[in-house]
């Protein structure tokens, strides 16, 4: 994932804080398939006009058939999961994210929540 700056990484963060449908967070355990390894996913389901642009930019094709688009992001997921806490799956619990926003980024993560 690539951001232009700390203000569109709080902002993405926001976006997929929300719990709102658009997105699911998915580790794959394809180690367990042949694959080289697990990895970290954001399989995006709906909204997606309103998704940022560092997730836009990383879109690929979906694999499934509520799965529209798919950003693969092994290293992202990780960061989100394990300083953010975010969860694996589609609901997140903001206030518990929201908390690990610094202050100054604050109106950027909440930015992110209205889209």
């Given at each position: 994932m690539?951001?232009?700056?700390?203000?569109?990484y709080?902002?993405?963060?926001?976006?997929?804080?929300?719990?709102?449908?658009?997105?699911?967070?998915?580790?794959?355990?394809n180690?367990?398939?042949?694959?080289?390894?697990?990895?970290?996913r954001?399989h995006?389901?709906?909204?997606i006009?309103?998704?940022?642009?560092?997730?836009?930019?990383?879109?690929?094709?979906?694999?499934?058939?509520?799965?529209?688009?798919?950003?693969?992001?092994?290293?992202?997921?990780?960061?989100?999961?394990?300083?953010?806490?975010?969860?694996?799956?589609?609901?997140?619990?903001?206030?518990?994210?929201?908390?690990?926003?610094?202050?100054?980024?604050?109106?950027?993560?909440?930015?992110?929540?209205a889209?």
């Open positions: 690539r951001f232009d700056s700390p203000q569109e709080y902002e993405t963060l926001g976006f997929l804080a929300k719990s709102d449908g658009s997105i699911s967070l998915v580790w794959e355990h180690e367990n398939q042949g694959a080289w390894g697990s990895g970290g954001i995006c389901h709906n909204n006009i309103s998704f940022t642009a560092p997730l836009t930019r990383k879109f690929t094709a979906g694999r499934a058939r509520n799965v529209i688009h798919r950003i693969n992001c092994n290293e992202f997921v990780q960061d989100i999961v394990t300083n953010h806490s975010f969860q694996i799956g589609s609901n997140q619990d903001t206030n518990a994210i929201r908390i690990t926003i610094p202050p100054q980024f604050i109106v950027d993560f909440n930015r992110g929540l889209l």
